[in-house]
């Protein structure tokens, strides 16, 4: 029956074992020592079936360990020197037993060793398995309470299967453990806490600790550091280690080993192991782990925090997690860990309580500990808004420099300017809308312990520095925010008030903000050093210039010619500068389109002369060095290049701003905004463009004879590019090429030369001319003619060439004769000769009576050094007409006629007398002297020196004299090639005579 038991047994696998088959198999079995070790090498995972294995060996093994705990007994009681004596031979037959009773005792009786081995080994697995089950009891649920959370969250899920979530929410109610029981007894003690604290099974440790600590005590280390990350420090707390307080070392952990039930057991387990030849057991796998049997220093521990926290972060980043464990070991009285916390709490801040952005940094300790303060308050205000910025500086940024003066003072180094430094730092830098809510959060009005810059002069002195330190330009109303936050001193009781100091500051700043190559802008901290030295006084000045500068910085901005600040520090005492910005603020007004009607350009006016006028102190404006005429007169001129110019004349007429203007300074204003429209036309058309803004400008002012000139001037420019004129080949010349034109009676001599039948039109010529700017210039009708005829005589047109010689000469005839100016009548005269002896030594013009005509007057008005060329010729032509005449009368006689006297016609003996005048006058001998070979001789020498003063002009070609023959019928002779040089010579016209240069001939 026994065998069979026994065989059934060992058929039976550990999971199908039950506590019925414990009783029912082994209860048969006679053999105690077979039982035990069968309950002992059984180890199975349900609890109830390993407590019965346990009790069924316990109690096969008891009667041996009392057997032995009773000998035992009775031998240390009353020992015999005969049983002594025998039990050291005993043991001299075993050199590894010790002289010890109960070795002695087990090794006569090794059934009992075997037995009493066994009851303690079982009674250690009794043990275990007590603390497995009190450990289960207190095990929270599968999945914890944050599971049980995520399905209630989820048990109305409609595509989720009815099935599965009952039979999840069923099993999430069963213990869990980390470790089965199997696990837990075959295994050492460390690797099941390490589960535990790995899994955060706190409470389950602390069973485990308290019941095993002599095991686990050296092993702590391992513990703790086992615990995650990311665990809640609230539930471990109590196992880290702690320093006691009176030794500066590590305080033991208050756990205890509970009394399990009969301690005997362990010696004479110890020496039953000992007396069958079995080695100690040794906890091999745990011997490779760190051990601590000694206690800590306080200064190790320290380092141990430190080395906790730095893990803490760099695996989870939890700051927060790491600060708790950090000043729960400060209360614990760890050292140096003060500091480590002060950082930690400061960086949790910035971690948790600071704005974030997009995209967060992932902050670590080390990081932290690199940046410098200025950084870290960066860094705190980074994502800061205008709305949010203050209440930052108050919850994260004040908190942080407090602490970095108490640090100061722990280190004996007290510094009380650290607040105003790191602070002022960050507002210099910051942004004006910025600036403007840290200003509003430090409002005089407020409590001094709820402001962020406590002191009023300080205040003052940052927001000088950030407005003229700043170059925006269109952020006035921030601006206005920012200084009506600034305080407002009683000056009345202070003595010696001396605004001199503020305004040489704000007139040396003007330098000082100049952009230069070694400071292209000045920043905002440079210009503190400024007014940091400026006493209350001058702060209250500086203040009120910078009213007056704001006023104005919103004036300009408002007819958008805004200017920073800066410029106005700049411009103060630069006269030049505000006249330009005058300028520019008018133009710039007009020209988009802000002003379309009176009333909006009467509104721009009042506020340029508000920005030249003096307030109520002695402050002045933007244009403060411009008068109030000055500054009108720019809106003038602004006004006019706008083109508004009905708005001119209604403003003119109705405007008592304006009336500061006379009426030459209307038409100066006019005719410079004329000029202006004029040089930059593209066109000389009137009718369109510019060019028509600057003839209708002309209507604005009353007329005068200066509008008139320029108008006139204006038709004669259109008139100009009717006549396509070019100034270069294919591109028409420009108005503003005429207008720098410095002989504009060479544009005439343009127009002459570029259109064929231009010397047609008289009247139009002179009508241009006059329209140029020689209305009434004798001179210069003059030489128009005289261009009008040379042009006649290139095309041949003799009859009108000798129209304009005629009435050429007559013009200078009555110039003579009147009081005229003795360089201009020489001028006039020295032209018109020129001309006419050109035209009257024409060999192609046919008609006689006029060429005699034309040099006699030649005779009349050249020079007396030219007198003798321009006779020669006179005298030759009359010659031919004489030889001519002659042949006539001949044929005539032939043909048996009578010869008629000749008739003498007035220009005939108006010539006559003139030449002998002249002669008489300059006391020379009669004409005839001329017909003698030396005085015809001399006559062609002179007659070339005068024809080499005139270069040649431009037209057709002409055949040289010695290869045809003269109208009269016969070829030069020796006085001849004087005539046609002469001929060549004065064809090319008298262009270089009025003045043009030789390209434009």
């Not at 921030?478 to 305004?503: H, N, Q, V």
Request: contains cysteine.
């Amino acid at each position: 029956m026994a065998s069979s038991s026994c065989t059934l047994w060992l058929a039976l696998s550990d999971s199908e074992l039950t506590v019925d088959d414990v009783g029912e198999h082994l209860g048969s079995v006679t053999d105690d020592l077979w039982v035990a070790a069968a309950c002992y090498d059984r180890i199975v995972d349900d609890v109830s079936v390993q407590q019965a294995l346990l009790n069924v060996g316990l109690d096969r093994t008891k009667q041996a360990f009392h057997r032995a705990q009773d000998a035992l007994s009775h031998l240390s009681s009353s020992p015999s020197s005969e049983s002594l004596d025998t039990t050291a031979v005993s043991l001299k037959q075993s050199d590894s037993c010790r002289l010890d009773p109960a070795v002695a005792y087990f090794h006569n009786l090794p059934g009992d060793a075997q037995l009493c081995r066994l009851h303690g080994l079982l009674l250690r697995r009794l043990d275990r398995l007590n603390t497995f089950t009190e450990m289960c009891q207190v095990a929270p649920e599968e999945g914890g309470d944050d599971a049980d959370d995520e399905i209630t969250e989820w048990e109305d899920d409609p595509w989720a299967d009815q099935s599965t979530a009952m039979v999840s929410h069923d099993s999430s109610k069963s213990p869990q453990f980390p470790v089965s029981l199997s696990y837990f007894i075959t295994q050492e003690l460390i690797h099941t806490a390490c589960q535990l604290t790995l899994h955060q099974y706190f409470r389950c440790l602390h069973i485990l600790l308290e019941r095993h600590r002599s095991v686990l005590w050296v092993h702590r280390f391992v513990i703790y550091d086992s615990i995650p990350g990311f665990a809640n420090p609230l539930e471990y707390l109590e196992f880290l280690p702690r320093v006691k307080f009176d030794e500066n070392m590590e305080e033991e952990a208050p756990w205890k080993d509970k009394d399990i039930g009969d301690a005997s057991y362990v010696p004479l387990f110890e020496a039953a192991t000992t007396s069958l030849g079995i080695p100690k057991e040794i906890e091999s796998s745990a011997l490779s782990l760190q051990t601590c049997n000694n206690l800590m220093t306080s200064e190790e521990l320290s380092g141990w925090y430190t080395n906790r926290v730095d893990n803490i972060i760099s695996s989870t980043g939890m700051i927060d997690t790491a600060l708790a464990v950090i000043q729960h070991g400060a209360s614990q009285g760890v050292p140096g860990l003060d500091e480590l916390g002060e950082e930690l709490s400061l960086l949790t801040r910035l971690v948790y309580d600071a704005p974030a952005g997009d995209s967060p940094n992932d902050w670590t300790l080390s990081s932290w500990k690199s940046m410098d303060s200025r950084t870290v308050i960066r860094a705190y205000l980074s994502h800061s808004t205008p709305e949010t910025v203050a209440a930052d500086m108050l919850h994260l940024v004040m908190p942080y420099l407090y602490v970095l003066e108490s640090r100061a003072e722990r280190a004996g180094n007290p510094n009380s300017q650290i607040y105003k430094d790191l602070l002022y730092d960050y507002v210099l830098t910051a942004s004006l809308d910025v600036v403007a809510a840290i200003f509003e959060g430090s409002k005089p009005t407020m409590p001094s312990s709820q402001r962020i810059i406590k002191d009023d002069e300080d205040m003052a002195r940052l927001a000088l520095a950030c407005l003229y330190g700043s170059a925006s330009i269109d952020e006035w109303p921030t601006m206005s925010r920012i200084f009506e936050c600034l305080p407002a001193w009683d000056l009345s009781k202070y003595e010696d008030l001396d605004g001199d100091i503020a305004d040489t500051t704000i007139a040396s700043l003007g330098d000082f903000v100049t952009p230069t190559i070694a400071r292209p802008r000045c920043t905002a901290s440079d210009l503190l050093m400024f007014f940091k030295p400026l006493p209350l006084s001058s702060l209250s000045r500086a203040l009120d210039i910078l009213d007056v500068h704001l006023e104005s910085g919103e004036i300009l901005s408002r007819w958008s010619v805004a200017a920073s600040l800066s410029w106005f520090l700049q411009s103060m005492n630069d006269e030049a500068e505000q006249k330009a910005w005058a300028n520019r603020m008018a133009r710039r007004a007009g020209s988009a389109d802000q002003l379309s009607t009176r009333e909006d350009w009467e509104w721009l006016l009042k506020d340029m002369i508000k920005l030249s006028r003096r307030g109520n102190s002695d402050l002045r404006g933007a244009f403060g060095l411009l008068s109030q005429e000055e500054v009108t007169r720019t809106f003038f001129n602004g006004l006019l290049i706008s083109g508004k110019f009905d708005i001119a004349k209604a403003l003119l007429q109705s405007n008592r701003n304006i009336s500061v203007l006379d009426t030459t300074a209307i038409e100066d204003i006019c005719l410079t905004c004329v000029r202006e429209f004029y040089d930059n036309a593209s066109s000389g058309n009137y009718k369109v463009g510019d060019m028509k803004l600057a003839y209708e400008c002309l209507d604005v002012p009353h007329i005068s004879e200066r509008i008139r000139k320029e108008k006139e001037f204006i038709e004669a420019t259109s008139r100009l590019s009717s006549f396509n004129v070019m100034s270069r080949p294919g591109i028409p010349i420009t108005p503003i090429e005429i207008r720098l034109t410095k002989d504009r009676l060479s544009l005439v001599s343009r127009v002459l030369s570029s259109n064929a039948d231009a010397y047609k039109h008289t009247e139009v010529i002179l009508e241009l001319v006059a329209m140029l700017g020689f209305r009434g210039d004798v001179t210069a009708e003059v030489k128009t003619l005289a261009m009008l005829a040379d042009t006649a005589l290139q095309n041949e047109d003799f009859t009108r060439a000798y129209q304009a010689s005629e009435r050429m000469v007559n013009t200078v005839l009555v110039l003579r004769s009147s009081n005229a100016n003795a360089s201009k009548m020489q001028e006039a005269s020295e032209v018109c000769w020129v001309a006419c002896f050109q035209l009257g030594r024409q060999p192609e013009f046919d008609d006689v009576e006029k060429k005699l005509s034309l040099l006699g007057r030649s005779l009349e008005l050249c020079p007396p050094e030219q007198l003798h060329d321009v006779l020669t010729a006179w005298r030759r032509l009359e010659k031919e007409d004489i030889e001519r005449r002659e042949t006539r009368l001949s044929q005539r006689r032939r043909a048996g006629g009578a010869a008629l006297p000749r008739k003498r016609t007035p220009a005939a003996d108006h010539h006559e007398f003139s030449l002998r005048s002249r002669l008489a006058d300059f006391h020379m001998p009669s004409p005839p002297l001329l017909s003698t070979p030396d005085a015809a001789a001399l006559a062609s020498r002179t007659f070339k020196t005068v024809a080499a003063r005139f270069p040649f002009s431009r037209g057709r070609p002409r055949s040289h004299p010695d290869d045809e023959t003269s109208r009269s019928g016969s070829r030069p002779r020796d006085g001849d090639d004087v005539s046609s040089q002469a001929t060549r010579v004065f064809s090319k016209g008298i262009g270089w005579l009025l003045g043009a240069g030789e390209e434009d001939l």
